[in-house]
C-alpha cells in the first residue's frame, strides 16, 4: 500500500495518468486493483474513472471512497 500524489505545479501535464500507469504495471499478476481518495477529491475520482475505476459501494473510511479496475 502506498500514495500516489502530484505537485501541484505539475497538474495538468500528464504526470498523474503516468504514475496511475506505472503502479498498475507493479501489480503484474494481480486480477484486480483497487484504490481510496477522499471523496471531496473529484478531480482524483474523476481521473481514476477516465482510467476504467469504477467507485465501490462501500468504503470502510468516512471522508473516503474506494474504486476498483479489473486487470489482466
Known amino acids: ?29 494481480c486480477g484486480r486493483i483497487v484504490l481510496s481518495t477522499g471523496a471531496a477529491s473529484h478531480r482524483n475520482i474523476a481521473l481514476y474513472q477516465q482510467q476504467g475505476y469504477a467507485l465501490l459501494p462501500e468504503t470502510q473510511e468516512a471522508g473516503a471512497v474506494d474504486l476498483a479496475k479489473a486487470v489482466a
Open 1 to 29: 500500500m502506498g500514495r500516489l500524489a502530484v505537485a501541484p505545479d505539475l497538474r495538468g501535464q500528464g504526470v498523474g495518468r503516468w504514475l496511475l500507469r506505472l503502479a498498475e504495471s507493479a501489480g503484474e499478476g
